[in-house]
């Protein structure tokens, strides 16, 4: 493939980041070709669209005040990135080669790309505890969620007795904030001691609604249509009982879908993407830019990653334009 047939600019990733890139690159006259993925065989791992895809509804996006269905919302992302032509492949990026430009991509299947440009927004996967009703429940919003903020305040889960697994500050902060609607909120920890930061365990000590659940996993999560109950096992006694709740929030950590980057693009400790600057998504190579959850382990959430998606995509125009791209 000669370098005149590059891309002026590849993004990889199809969630609120990686559509919102592409709706500004299209606009910028960049003509992007978007990598969209591949629907897997598990819909807990990744589907195009990203976690949305796996919300029934999202209250907290601004512009929807009776709130929006999280796979629609995609959709709509998604045709307005058309409208404006961008081209879009239903491919995963399985390999890059940052090492010579034009950045070369190579998919699943089809042809490679070669880009200028790239902008990654392959987000981040919730860990789930692969109980074998939770995902049942999860995808018929029976009242399985693995974002607290998300959900939480769904009419479902007012006034509730909700469970949290977890004993890290999402488990801490989820918990709190679930408080504000629920009756009671039990935390079912693994260990005898959270790895939470001691702030946040003191605010959960402090909250009268929350009770800990010490050396306890989950075993099954009980009901048919509606979350009933939890089934939970103490890993020192080896007891099983059954809790009886209505709502159960996954707050286990989060895994950035960063494994096809490895080598390529500087990553932290967690293997999120390092950003060189917090006011950019400039990544460790010049011309990758990174926007959404796979940079940012912080906040995660879809009106936060479509504005890194814009940044990413404003970036990027620049960047072509000081290199003469355009
Ligand atoms: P985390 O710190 O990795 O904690 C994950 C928790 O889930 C741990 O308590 C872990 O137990 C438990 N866990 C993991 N896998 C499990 C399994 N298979 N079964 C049962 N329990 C399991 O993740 P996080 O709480 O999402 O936090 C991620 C990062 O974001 C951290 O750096 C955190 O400080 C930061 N954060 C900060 C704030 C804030 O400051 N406001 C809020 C949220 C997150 P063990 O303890 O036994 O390993």
């Not at 009933?228 to 950590?253: H, P, S, W, Y």
Request: with cysteine.
């Amino acid at each position: 493939m000669s370098e005149d047939s590059a891309e002026k600019v590849v993004v990889i990733g199809s969630g609120p980041a990686g559509w919102t890139a592409a709706i500004y690159a299209a606009r910028a006259n960049l003509s992007p070709l978007v990598f969209e993925g591949r629907p897997k065989q598990s819909p807990s791992l990744e589907l195009p669209g990203g976690q949305l895809m796996l919300t029934t509804e999202v209250e907290n996006y601004p512009g929807f005040s009776e709130g929006v269905d999280g796979p629609a919302m995609m959709l709509e992302f998604r045709k307005q990135a058309e409208r404006f032509d961008t081209r879009i492949r239903t491919e995963d990026i399985v390999k890059v080669d940052f090492s010579q430009r034009p950045f070369s991509l190579t998919p699943d299947e089809g042809e490679p790309s070669k880009a200028h440009a790239v902008i990654v927004a392959t987000g981040a996967m919730a860990n789930w505890l692969g109980l074998p009703n939770e995902q049942r429940l999860a995808q018929s919003g029976g009242g399985v969620s693995a974002c607290a903020i998300c959900d939480g305040a769904l009419p479902i889960f007012r006034g509730k007795v909700l469970v949290v697994f977890g004993g890290g500050d999402s488990a801490m902060e989820e918990s709190t904030y679930l408080s504000k609607f629920a009756s009671k909120v039990h935390v079912i920890h693994r260990r005898d001691q959270l790895r939470a930061s001691k702030t946040m365990q003191q605010r959960v000590f402090d909250n009268p609604k929350i009770e800990i659940v010490w050396d306890t996993v989950g075993v099954d999560i009980l009901g048919d249509d509606k979350v009933t109950g939890v089934r939970l096992r103490n890993v020192k006694t080896d007891e099983e009982r059954t809790l009886d709740c209505q709502g159960v929030f996954m707050a286990i950590g989060h895994t950035p879908n960063t494994a096809f980057l490895e080598g390529q693009l500087e990553l932290d400790k967690k293997k999120y993407i390092k950003l060189t600057d917090p006011f950019h998504t400039c990544t460790s190579v010049e011309g990758v830019f990174a926007a959404g959850d796979v940079a940012d382990s912080v906040y995660r959430q879809a009106v936060t990653a479509a504005g890194m998606g814009c940044k990413a995509a404003i970036d990027a125009e620049r960047w072509l334009a000081a290199k003469g791209v355009e």
